[in-house]
Protein backbone atom coordinates (compact mmCIF):
# COMPACT_ATOMS: atom_id res chain seq x y z
CA UNK A 1 0.00 0.00 0.00
CA UNK A 2 1.60 3.76 -0.79
CA UNK A 3 2.54 5.59 2.15
CA UNK A 4 1.01 8.88 0.43
CA UNK A 5 -1.49 9.66 -1.49
CA UNK A 6 0.22 11.48 -4.87
CA UNK A 7 -2.86 11.69 -6.59
CA UNK A 8 -4.51 14.27 -4.44
CA UNK A 9 -3.69 18.00 -3.42
CA UNK A 10 -2.43 19.08 0.01
CA UNK A 11 -2.75 22.24 2.20
CA UNK A 12 -1.52 23.36 4.86
CA UNK A 13 -3.71 24.78 7.77
CA UNK A 14 -3.34 26.37 10.11
CA UNK A 15 -6.73 25.33 12.42
CA UNK A 16 -6.79 21.85 14.68
CA UNK A 17 -8.63 18.88 12.65
CA UNK A 18 -10.86 16.67 13.38
CA UNK A 19 -13.69 14.86 11.56
CA UNK A 20 -17.13 17.13 10.51
CA UNK A 21 -15.27 20.30 11.60
CA UNK A 22 -15.16 23.44 9.13
CA UNK A 23 -11.58 24.86 8.29
CA UNK A 24 -12.49 28.66 7.31
CA UNK A 25 -10.00 29.27 4.62
CA UNK A 26 -7.49 32.47 4.58
CA UNK A 27 -8.02 35.14 1.21
CA UNK A 28 -5.04 33.52 -0.20
CA UNK A 29 -6.26 29.52 0.17
CA UNK A 30 -9.44 29.97 -1.21
CA UNK A 31 -7.62 32.01 -3.99
CA UNK A 32 -5.36 29.09 -4.57
CA UNK A 33 -8.00 26.40 -4.55
CA UNK A 34 -10.29 28.17 -6.75
CA UNK A 35 -8.37 30.19 -8.94
CA UNK A 36 -4.81 28.40 -9.54
CA UNK A 37 -6.39 24.57 -9.26
CA UNK A 38 -9.52 25.58 -10.40
CA UNK A 39 -11.28 23.64 -7.51
CA UNK A 40 -15.26 23.76 -7.14
CA UNK A 41 -17.44 23.06 -4.81
CA UNK A 42 -17.58 19.49 -4.04
CA UNK A 43 -13.85 18.75 -4.79
CA UNK A 44 -11.79 17.17 -2.40
CA UNK A 45 -8.33 17.91 -0.96
CA UNK A 46 -6.04 16.41 1.70
CA UNK A 47 -5.25 18.73 4.29
CA UNK A 48 -2.79 18.70 7.49
CA UNK A 49 -1.63 21.17 9.84
CA UNK A 50 1.16 19.50 11.83
CA UNK A 51 -0.26 18.19 14.94
CA UNK A 52 -3.58 16.11 13.95
CA UNK A 53 -2.27 13.97 11.07
CA UNK A 54 -3.32 14.13 7.54
CA UNK A 55 -7.94 14.52 6.66
CA UNK A 56 -9.48 14.58 3.51
CA UNK A 57 -11.59 17.23 3.31
CA UNK A 58 -14.31 18.97 1.40
CA UNK A 59 -14.54 22.38 -0.44
CA UNK A 60 -17.41 24.13 0.33
CA UNK A 61 -19.10 27.81 1.36
CA UNK A 62 -17.91 29.21 -1.97
CA UNK A 63 -18.14 32.80 -1.75
CA UNK A 64 -16.41 35.50 -4.23
CA UNK A 65 -13.20 35.58 -2.41
CA UNK A 66 -13.44 33.26 0.42
CA UNK A 67 -13.97 29.97 1.12
CA UNK A 68 -14.38 26.70 3.68
CA UNK A 69 -13.50 23.09 4.42
CA UNK A 70 -15.85 20.50 5.70
CA UNK A 71 -12.94 17.60 7.63
CA UNK A 72 -14.17 14.30 6.23
CA UNK A 73 -12.14 11.32 7.55
CA UNK A 74 -8.62 10.59 8.43
CA UNK A 75 -6.24 9.25 6.12
CA UNK A 76 -3.06 9.23 8.03
CA UNK A 77 -2.03 9.68 12.07
CA UNK A 78 0.32 12.13 12.89
CA UNK A 79 3.88 10.68 13.14
CA UNK A 80 6.78 12.36 14.20
CA UNK A 81 10.48 11.88 12.59
CA UNK A 82 13.94 12.20 13.71
CA UNK A 83 14.94 14.62 16.28
CA UNK A 84 17.42 16.39 14.22
CA UNK A 85 17.60 20.06 15.11
CA UNK A 86 19.49 21.68 12.10
CA UNK A 87 21.67 24.94 12.55
CA UNK A 88 22.90 26.68 9.23
CA UNK A 89 24.37 30.03 8.32
CA UNK A 90 21.87 31.94 6.13
CA UNK A 91 22.54 31.87 2.15
CA UNK A 92 20.98 34.12 -0.36
CA UNK A 93 17.50 34.14 -0.89
CA UNK A 94 17.06 31.17 -3.69
CA UNK A 95 19.92 28.66 -2.26
CA UNK A 96 18.24 29.24 1.24
CA UNK A 97 15.24 28.16 -0.36
CA UNK A 98 16.24 25.43 -1.64
CA UNK A 99 18.26 24.37 1.58
CA UNK A 100 15.49 25.01 3.64
CA UNK A 101 13.30 22.51 1.30
CA UNK A 102 15.44 19.62 1.16
CA UNK A 103 16.04 19.81 5.10
CA UNK A 104 12.47 19.86 5.06
CA UNK A 105 11.90 16.65 3.08
CA UNK A 106 14.81 15.00 5.15
CA UNK A 107 12.92 15.46 8.47
CA UNK A 108 14.01 17.96 10.30
CA UNK A 109 12.42 19.05 13.64
CA UNK A 110 14.04 22.53 13.89
CA UNK A 111 15.70 25.37 12.05
CA UNK A 112 17.67 27.37 13.19
CA UNK A 113 19.67 30.27 11.35
CA UNK A 114 23.06 31.27 12.92
CA UNK A 115 25.17 33.96 12.18
CA UNK A 116 28.72 33.63 11.68
CA UNK A 117 32.24 36.12 10.83
CA UNK A 118 31.90 35.21 6.96
CA UNK A 119 28.43 35.09 6.67
CA UNK A 120 27.63 37.20 3.79
CA UNK A 121 23.20 37.99 4.31
CA UNK A 122 22.71 40.50 6.66
CA UNK A 123 19.43 39.41 7.92
CA UNK A 124 17.10 36.58 7.50
CA UNK A 125 13.33 36.44 6.05
CA UNK A 126 11.69 34.08 8.66
CA UNK A 127 8.40 34.40 7.62
CA UNK A 128 9.79 33.01 3.73
CA UNK A 129 11.60 30.36 5.79
CA UNK A 130 8.32 28.99 7.33
CA UNK A 131 6.52 29.46 3.93
CA UNK A 132 9.54 27.45 1.84
CA UNK A 133 9.33 24.84 4.76
CA UNK A 134 4.99 24.25 4.51
CA UNK A 135 5.47 24.42 0.63
CA UNK A 136 7.71 21.54 0.78
CA UNK A 137 5.83 19.92 3.10
CA UNK A 138 2.52 20.22 1.09
CA UNK A 139 4.67 18.97 -1.84
CA UNK A 140 6.48 15.95 -0.11
CA UNK A 141 3.77 14.59 1.67
CA UNK A 142 5.45 15.28 5.35
CA UNK A 143 3.20 15.54 8.09
CA UNK A 144 5.68 17.89 10.68
CA UNK A 145 6.14 21.27 9.95
CA UNK A 146 9.57 22.15 11.72
CA UNK A 147 10.14 24.86 14.40
CA UNK A 148 11.98 28.09 12.96
CA UNK A 149 13.88 29.89 15.23
CA UNK A 150 15.02 33.89 14.95
CA UNK A 151 18.62 34.26 13.69
CA UNK A 152 20.94 33.74 16.48
CA UNK A 153 24.71 34.41 16.73
CA UNK A 154 26.61 31.24 16.18
CA UNK A 155 29.45 32.14 19.58
CA UNK A 156 25.83 33.18 21.54
CA UNK A 157 24.38 29.94 20.45
CA UNK A 158 27.37 27.64 21.07
CA UNK A 159 27.60 28.91 24.64
CA UNK A 160 24.37 28.58 25.13
CA UNK A 161 24.17 24.87 24.49
CA UNK A 162 22.21 22.15 26.62
CA UNK A 163 25.05 19.88 26.80
CA UNK A 164 23.17 17.04 26.73
CA UNK A 165 22.45 17.29 22.95
CA UNK A 166 25.53 16.68 20.51
CA UNK A 167 26.35 19.08 18.34
CA UNK A 168 27.80 17.54 14.82
CA UNK A 169 29.90 20.28 13.16
CA UNK A 170 30.54 19.44 8.83
CA UNK A 171 34.32 20.33 8.89
CA UNK A 172 36.25 19.83 6.56
CA UNK A 173 39.65 19.44 8.93
CA UNK A 174 37.65 16.77 10.87
CA UNK A 175 40.39 14.25 12.36
CA UNK A 176 38.06 10.62 11.58
CA UNK A 177 38.09 10.89 7.93
CA UNK A 178 35.20 8.01 7.61
CA UNK A 179 31.80 10.51 8.83
CA UNK A 180 29.85 7.04 9.03
CA UNK A 181 32.53 5.90 11.66
CA UNK A 182 32.57 9.69 13.81
CA UNK A 183 28.70 9.38 13.99
CA UNK A 184 28.72 5.83 14.85
CA UNK A 185 30.62 7.06 18.41
CA UNK A 186 27.36 8.96 19.25
CA UNK A 187 24.17 7.40 20.92
CA UNK A 188 21.21 7.45 18.80
CA UNK A 189 18.51 10.04 19.97
CA UNK A 190 18.34 13.51 19.84
CA UNK A 191 21.11 15.85 17.95
CA UNK A 192 21.92 18.82 16.01
CA UNK A 193 23.60 19.40 12.65
CA UNK A 194 25.53 22.33 12.29
CA UNK A 195 26.81 23.64 8.33
CA UNK A 196 28.67 26.73 7.89
CA UNK A 197 28.94 29.89 5.76
CA UNK A 198 30.47 29.55 2.50
CA UNK A 199 34.22 30.60 3.59
CA UNK A 200 33.79 28.05 6.13
CA UNK A 201 34.25 28.71 10.33
CA UNK A 202 36.44 31.17 10.99
CA UNK A 203 39.88 30.24 13.55
CA UNK A 204 38.26 31.45 16.12
CA UNK A 205 34.63 29.91 15.57
CA UNK A 206 36.22 26.48 15.09
CA UNK A 207 38.37 26.49 18.44
CA UNK A 208 35.36 27.69 19.99
CA UNK A 209 33.59 24.26 18.87
CA UNK A 210 36.17 22.41 19.06
CA UNK A 211 36.51 23.16 22.98
CA UNK A 212 33.09 21.57 23.67
CA UNK A 213 32.86 18.13 24.95
CA UNK A 214 29.60 18.07 23.18
CA UNK A 215 30.71 19.43 19.85
CA UNK A 216 31.59 16.62 16.98
CA UNK A 217 33.77 17.32 13.48
CA UNK A 218 32.11 15.67 11.09
CA UNK A 219 34.05 15.03 7.84
CA UNK A 220 32.26 15.07 4.30
CA UNK A 221 34.80 13.73 2.00
CA UNK A 222 37.85 14.45 0.26
CA UNK A 223 35.37 17.65 -1.82
CA UNK A 224 34.41 21.11 -0.97
CA UNK A 225 30.76 21.12 -1.45
CA UNK A 226 28.72 24.26 -1.64
CA UNK A 227 26.61 24.74 1.65
CA UNK A 228 23.51 23.56 0.52
CA UNK A 229 25.10 20.35 -1.13
CA UNK A 230 26.89 19.79 2.53
CA UNK A 231 23.53 20.43 4.30
CA UNK A 232 21.82 17.61 2.01
CA UNK A 233 24.50 15.04 2.55
CA UNK A 234 25.25 15.55 6.40
CA UNK A 235 21.72 15.70 7.26
CA UNK A 236 21.14 12.07 4.90
CA UNK A 237 24.15 10.78 7.29
CA UNK A 238 23.11 11.44 10.28
CA UNK A 239 19.46 9.91 9.02
CA UNK A 240 20.90 6.45 8.14
CA UNK A 241 23.33 6.34 11.48
CA UNK A 242 21.57 7.95 13.82
CA UNK A 243 17.92 8.87 12.87
CA UNK A 244 14.74 6.76 11.12
CA UNK A 245 16.38 5.57 8.39
CA UNK A 246 18.18 2.67 10.57
Known amino acids: MAVHDFTSERLYVAADLAADATVVLTADQAHYLLNVLRMAAGSEILVFNGRHGEWRARLEDIKKRSAGLRILAQTRPQTGGPAIHYLFAPLKHARLDYMVQKAVELGVARLSPVMTRRTVPGRVNI ?7 IEAAEQCGVLRIPETDDAAALTKTVEDWASGTPLIFCDEDAPVRNPIAALGAL ?21 LLLSKPFVTALSLGPRIMRADT ?6 TLVNATLGDWR
Request: aromatic letters at 2%.
Open 127 to 133: ERMRLNA
Open 187 to 207: APGPVAVLIGPEGGFDVEERR
Open 230 to 235: AAVAAL
